[in-house]
Each structure stands twice: as C-alpha cells, then as structure tokens.
C-alpha cells in the first residue's frame, strides 16, 4: 500500500516476506534475531508495519549476519532432516551411478540384438535382419528414468 511519498508500506507478514522473497517464518525470525525494522501501531502483536526503505537499508546493514544465518539453517537442516543438502547431494550420486550402470546394460542389450538379428534368415549383416519379411525393430535409445532406493 504507498503512502502519500509513493513508497510502499506491508501491511503483514506474507507481504514483508514475499518482499524478501523467504517464509513468514523466517522474517519473523529475522525480527527476533536481527532487529528487522517492524513496527507494530497498536498492542496487538499480529498487526505490523514496514516500509520498503526501511527493509532496504536494514539488508544493506545486515546481509552478512543474514547470509551467516540461512547457511547455519541449512546446516542444521542437513543433520535434523533426512531431506538436507548432504543427503540429496548422496542421494543424486547414487542415481547418478545406477544411471549410468543402466546405460552400459542397454547398450549391452543393444549390441546383442544386433549379434542376434544377423543370425537370424534373412540377416543381412547389418544388425537389421527379417522376421517374417519385416525388418526387425531396436528398442529405441531413450534416456532410462532412475527411481531413486
């Protein structure tokens, strides 16, 4: 909401957060543990006040004690939650491998249906034999989707 200035004014939470671009929970922790400046008009805590240039020069103030802190959350996060960064970083390394052990197994395939298909009558040498006059078709090369264990 702009005030007679033309700044902007947030009216709530969700607003002072969304300017942020983080959670509601976040920038209230952020009010506890690095003074970001809300005013509250009446007795009532879940009424706030914010302006936009007030948010602006407290980042320029506090970006360093701001970036310390989401790296100490996410620290946190990868010990106290099985989704953390160390465990995807695992996780993704794993389907990383089993994707490409599967790919080695599908050329495997693939090379044998071709060994196979120049056995077969008809075969002319060239991996496409007949069968029943039609040529024989080769699965087709796609990437193989890995479901993660």
Known sequence: ?????????????????????KGVRTVQRWER???????????????V???????????????????ADDG???????????????QFSIRLKRLEDDTARLSKIVASFSNRIDELSRTLPGGNGN???????RPLKRPSEKPINSVGK
């Open 1 to 21: 909401m702009p005030t007679n200035s033309g700044e902007r004014v947030f009216t709530s939470w969700k607003e002072i957060a969304s300017f942020f671009g």
């Open 33 to 47: 543990k690095f003074a970001l400046p809300i005013s509250r008009p009446t007795a009532a805590k879940n009424v």
């Open 72 to 86: 100490a959350e996410l620290a946190d996060e990868s010990h106290h939650d099985g989704n953390g960064i160390a």
């Open 49 to 67: 006040l914010a302006t936009e240039s007030e948010l602006r020069r407290w980042i320029q103030r506090s970006s360093s004690q701001i970036a």
């Open 127 to 133: 991996g496409r034999g007949k069968s029943n006059g």
